[in-house]
């Protein structure tokens, strides 16, 4: 808890950097980024706990315990914890980010008092969609990249849009179905 100041400072390492977001008595949060190649020194805590979650490229760790080594190589979005007094390491097969956590034991999980539980509304007209709100399907960007014009303008429902303006005559105007309208600008409101 003694080291405040390293809140959201950078600090330059062999290996990378490592950057504190958050400290105190019980818990540290750090982002850190691990050079191909870089590793840290193998040591291990007397009490602090030492999670490692991945969000970018690949993170070895490699656990020393008495019967024997235990490695294992993270990926993105997945994690791992080394125990106190169990000597560890990491080090990076590829340029890393990631997220390290120190933890006591002296946190309670059960330190939660509930005044009622939690749950899912379902939808109730108040829940709904408004008429001026926009729904989009929400495919993955993957798909929404492989998609055609056409299809994105299907995935899309607009509610209550704005007036259309007037358009000049002969002028053949797409609704945002599939289907070819002509105007006939006496007839627009």
């Not at 050079?35 to 020194?41: E, I, P």
């Not at 997945?78 to 106190?84: C, G, K, L, N, V």
């Amino acid at each position: 808890m003694g080291e405040r100041n390293r809140l959201s400072c950078k600090s330059g390492k062999r290996w990378g950097t490592t950057q504190c977001f958050f400290e105190d008595k019980y818990v540290d949060i750090n982002l850190i980024r691990v050079n191909k190649g870089g590793y840290c020194s193998k040591h291990c805590h007397k009490n602090k706990w030492n999670r490692f979650i991945v969000l970018s490229g690949k993170l070895k760790i490699t656990l020393y315990r008495e019967s024997g080594e235990d490695a294992t190589i993270l990926g993105i979005d997945m994690a791992t914890d080394s125990p106190p007094k169990i000597l560890h390491k990491f080090e990076a097969l590829e340029d890393t980010i990631a997220i390290e956590v120190y933890w006591t034991d002296g946190l309670d999980p059960n330190d939660i008092t509930r005044k009622d539980s939690g749950g899912m509304h379902s939808l109730q007209n108040k829940d709904k969609p408004k008429d001026k709100d926009i729904i989009i399907d929400q495919p993955s960007i993957d798909e929404v990249l492989r998609r055609s014009e056409e299809d994105i303008k299907d995935s899309v429902v607009f509610r209550n849009r704005p007036p259309k303006p007037t358009p000049p005559s002969n002028v053949v105007m797409k609704e945002w179905s599939t289907s070819e309208k002509s105007i006939d600008p006496s007839n627009i409101e």
